[in-house]
């Protein structure tokens, strides 16, 4: 089975550039995330899909982050401007029931 | 908001030593799950816990969940250098959100 895929798996940019990443969860889970990991610290979620709708987006800075996912599969999630405290890995992870299953991350570097 | 806490954040051993990391809660949890992730890796699951006084067994790992529900352990007998990671807790808050703690950082010392 395919696990979730990300790309792209490193990226650095300048801060107040513009950065996007995609995420395909595994087939057939509706259930998708985004979350931040900062490094030393624990995974925090930013927005949580069920299919094409936003089950929670209350920890995403919504005035410059956004996240997507058309057509329940495929999501992407930006950053318009970055700042140099959003320098973190970026998870995707797509669920069954209450088990997560993670995809490898894009690791963002704002300098 | 609901926040699990993990103790320790860091813990060195020897290979062969035992390790035991904690996850506690001011409130009652619905249930709990556990995930390691390796050094450069993602978080992987590796079991989840629902029962008051719980107890699973994953080879060397063993897994408990208190007879409160606010708390939770994982115990690693006779740790290996495969051990190494950071392992995180992580409970179920409002609207099925996974909230993780901050994890610990095992290092195994060949």
């Known amino acids: 089975e395919a696990g979730v895929a990300q790309s792209p798996r490193y990226k650095i940019i300048e801060k107040r550039q513009s950065v996007a990443f995609w995420c395909n969860p595994i087939?057939?889970?509706?259930?998708l995330y985004w979350y931040q990991q900062i490094l030393g610290q624990g995974p925090k979620l930013l927005i949580q899909?069920?299919?094409?709708?936003?089950?929670?987006d209350s920890q995403l800075p919504k005035d410059r982050f956004s996240a997507e996912r058309l057509k329940g599969v495929d999501s992407t999630l930006k950053i318009q401007p970055a700042k140099l405290e959003d320098s973190a890995v970026y998870l995707c992870?797509?669920?069954?029931?209450?088990?997560?299953?993670f995809g490898s991350g894009t690791q963002l570097s704002v300098l | 908001g609901q926040q699990v806490m993990q103790i320790p954040q860091y813990q060195h051993v020897q290979e062969g030593e035992d390790f035991t990391t904690y996850c506690n809660s001011s409130t009652t949890l619905s249930n709990i799950q556990w995930y390691k992730q390796r050094p450069g890796g993602h978080p992987v699951f590796l079991i989840q816990l629902v029962k008051s006084g719980e107890v699973k067994k994953q080879k060397r790992l063993t897994f408990q969940f208190g007879e409160a529900k606010k708390n939770s352990s994982l115990h690693i007998t006779a740790t290996q250098t495969t051990d190494v990671g950071t392992y995180f807790c992580?409970?179920?808050?409002?609207?099925?959100?996974?909230?993780f703690g901050e994890g610990t950082q095992l290092t195994v010392n060949p």
């Open positions: 899909f069920q299919n094409n709708g936003v089950v929670d």
């Open positions: 992870a797509s669920a069954v029931g209450e088990k997560l299953f």
């Open positions: 087939s057939g889970h509706a259930t």
């Open positions: 992580a409970q179920e808050t409002s609207g099925s959100r996974l909230t």
